[in-house]
């Protein structure tokens, strides 16, 4: 004869038996079903029996019977291979957990063709939805795939404008940060920026923005004497630093558009025997962890929001109504440490 096969493990009729209800009853509580009505006690009974009996749901026959499977799917460029954009990943997977999902989170590294087999790949688990994350803010082309399935852009944004998108607010970013310097009573605030303004990377461009309007609300005009384009290395930073320390009409604060930047600005303030905040005062943006506490004195800087983006971008996808396709720009806030101070005298 046949030999039987072998029980996988107990069954929703074992906890139905064991809480005293229907299977009906077990059914709607484990998926938390809207409109069911059951006392707490109910509820406690099927939760008792669940954990006493070791009870898992069978995914794969949810997937077939719903169509859809508790996993959501999280492609991202680099961003799990850098230190300071994990957090993304970690928002993200906090908000899924949250509605008992999963999240399924593939790397690319940029190449376009493991993009398109891992994308396929997702799509063939029958994901709830896709966040498409990239590791630095930009406009960027999503794949085509994404249009047939609940996406939302993370820490970038849609170019064509048909996906929903959750980003920082670099614009205000760059206004805090130089309305913090204002505030403490410089006027004579430069700004080191990561590119110049032609390349239409968000972060510039949004930084730069923010810094004139802070200053044109203090009645301050932009001297381009103060102003300097480079490309978020510490090297620049060093360079133009040293180059606006050692002018004639020196600024007494500066805002550095990353913290890798301001990096070298205190390189340069230690090379020109200056101190910081007592010289010069130095804001930096990103709030990198494994940099910005750790510079002596700690770094004033805005941090990215990334937990708080990848909250965002899964909630998108949770909530009944489809997001409309628009950019949803999130708060950076102002991370202060010991490199902001009053200009010893008034320039």
Not at 42 to 71: C, F, M, P, W
Request: hydrophobic share 40%.
């Amino acid at each position: 004869m046949p030999r039987s096969r072998p029980r996988s493990g107990p069954t929703m009729h074992d906890v139905a038996a064991a809480a005293g209800v229907s299977q009906a009853t077990v059914s709607l509580v484990l998926n938390s079903a809207s409109g069911s009505r059951f006392s707490a006690e109910t509820r406690q009974r099927v939760q008792d029996a669940v954990e006493q009996l070791g009870y898992r749901t069978n995914a794969h026959a949810k997937t077939l019977r719903d169509g859809v499977s508790g996993i959501i799917g999280f492609l991202g460029d680099a961003v799990a291979t850098t230190p300071f954009a994990g957090k993304i990943i970690e928002g993200a997977q906090e908000r899924a957990w949250e509605d008992g999902l999963l999240l399924l989170t593939m790397n690319t590294g940029g190449d376009k063709a493991l993009e398109r087999a891992s994308l396929d790949s997702m799509l063939s688990y029958k994901v709830a939805g896709v966040v498409y994350a990239a590791m630095y803010h930009r406009r960027l082309d999503v794949p085509d795939a994404l249009h047939g399935v609940p996406s939302v852009v993370l820490n970038s944004q849609d170019r064509d404008h048909k996906l929903p998108s959750v980003a920082p607010d670099e614009e205000l970013g760059g206004y805090t940060a130089t309305r913090h310097l204002l505030d403490a009573g410089h006027r004579r605030v430069a700004m080191i920026n990561i590119e110049s303004l032609e390349s239409e990377l968000p972060a510039a461009v949004g930084r730069f923005n923010g810094y004139t309007r802070a200053l044109a609300e203090a009645g301050l005009p932009v001297q381009p004497s103060l102003v300097r384009f480079g490309t978020g290395n510490e090297l620049d930073g060093f360079n133009h630093a040293m180059d606006l320390l050692t002018a004639e009409h020196p600024p007494t604060a500066i805002f550095c558009a990353n913290d890798r930047t301001a990096w070298g600005a205190y390189q340069a303030a230690s090379e020109l025997r200056l101190t910081i905040p007592g010289d010069v005062s130095i804001v930096g943006f990103d709030n990198q962890e494994t940099l910005a506490p750790h510079l002596r004195p700690g770094l004033t800087t805005l941090e990215l929001p990334f937990i708080e983006m990848g909250r965002r971008a899964v909630e998108l996808l949770l909530q009944d109504a489809e997001p409309s396709a628009q950019v949803e720009l999130m708060t950076c806030p102002l991370i202060e440490r010991n490199s902001v101070t009053h200009p010893k005298e008034k320039p």
